[in-house]
């Protein structure tokens, strides 16, 4: 009875060992993949991205870092235009004249402003941020009190971009600009709609009351 208790318990410390060592193996197969995994990331991670190589990309780079530093700069107005200027068919010419449009509206300067989107929109009509471009148009429009513009120009935004971001933005606008004409009907209509389908203007004041 005692040999067979010191057998058990031989084996189980070689069992507690053996474990250990188990562990041990595994913990460094463990440490060893995630090393190799790191190590293959490195060079993604810490390369730098290309060098812009033609005229055309270093300048555009400019103009990307002088927006960032500063939108309504000098220096950025001057390299848009250069840009603009310079590559009459580049890829990013339609970017660049929407920069140069949002320039003018940051500025306040709502004339021209109304003026570059409105180029912008006939001569790029299938820009990816033509929603912005839109929405902004009608704002132009709206601060230069022509009531009428900057209703249809939301209202052609709802129709025509019901997935962009800015939807529920204009159908807001227009609920608004209904209810100033006294058009009470009209305006919940379209408060209801934009209450039902997005939950966060559900909680604005305007809304509610």
């Known amino acids: 009875m005692m040999n067979d208790e010191r057998r058990m318990m031989n084996h189980n410390s070689q069992f507690t060992v053996h474990s250990s ?11 060893h993949c ?11 991670l810490s390369a730098p991205p290309p060098a ?21 700069s000098r220096q950025t107005t001057d390299l848009l235009q250069r840009f603009v200027d310079g590559y009459p068919d ?8 929407y920069l140069k449009a949002q320039i003018s509206f940051q500025q306040k300067n709502y ?34 009190k022509a009531w009428k513009s900057a209703q249809q120009k939301w209202e052609e935004l709802a ?12 159908l807001y606008a227009l609920a608004l600009l209904n209810a100033k004409d006294g058009k009470w009907g009209v305006a919940d209509d379209l408060l209801e709609k934009l209450t039902d389908g997005y939950l966060a203007f559900a909680t604005l004041p305007h809304v509610r009351e």
Request: hydrophobic content about 45%; charged content about 25%; some cysteine.
């Open 52 to 72: 812009a190589t033609t005229p055309e990309a270093l300048l555009w780079d400019k103009v990307n870092m002088a927006y960032m530093a500063g939108p309504t």
């Open 90 to 97: 580049s890829k990013n010419l339609a970017r660049a004249r």
């Open 34 to 44: 995630a090393l190799c995994i790191v190590s293959c990331a490195l060079p993604l």
């Open 111 to 144: 004339r021209e402003a109304l003026a570059k989107f409105e180029y912008l929109l006939s001569n790029h009509p299938k820009i990816e941020y033509a929603d912005s471009a839109l929405f902004r148009l009608a704002e132009c429009y709206y601060n230069l």
């Open 159 to 170: 129709k025509k971009h019901k997935s962009s971001h800015l939807y529920p933005e204009a």
């Open 21 to 31: 060592q188990l562990r041990k193996v595994f913990i460094k197969k463990i440490l």
